[in-house]
């Protein structure tokens, strides 16, 4: 059985420990690449930022355009499906 939250039930006693957690100068925050070595996290993130300006450089106009349709398509049926009885007149 999961865990119960222990923050607070009253409205109050939560917003007191939400700006405690938030202002707590101990705490460090999580690193995400704690424990990874640092030059492949800057190998990877490199290659991360190079990647879809490199990948449109290689396709054609109407490759782009087919998989910016397919997109355009895709977000509308999450759009339609979410409020199905919205349509534009």
Do not use: F
């Not at 202002?23 to 492949?40: C, I, L, R, S, V």
Request: hydrophobic share 30%; charged share 35%.
């Amino acid at each position: 059985m999961p865990k119960r939250s222990s923050k607070p039930r009253d409205l109050n006693s939560m917003a007191a420990a939400i700006v405690a957690q938030s202002t707590d100068p101990d705490d460090k925050g999580d690193d995400p690449y704690e424990g990874k070595n640092p030059a492949a996290v800057e190998l990877g993130r490199l290659g991360g930022k190079k990647g879809g300006r490199a990948r449109a450089e290689k396709m054609s106009q109407k490759e782009r355009s087919a998989i910016a349709r397919r997109a355009a398509q895709a977000r509308w049926a999450r759009r339609d499906a979410a409020h199905p009885g919205d349509s534009l007149p």
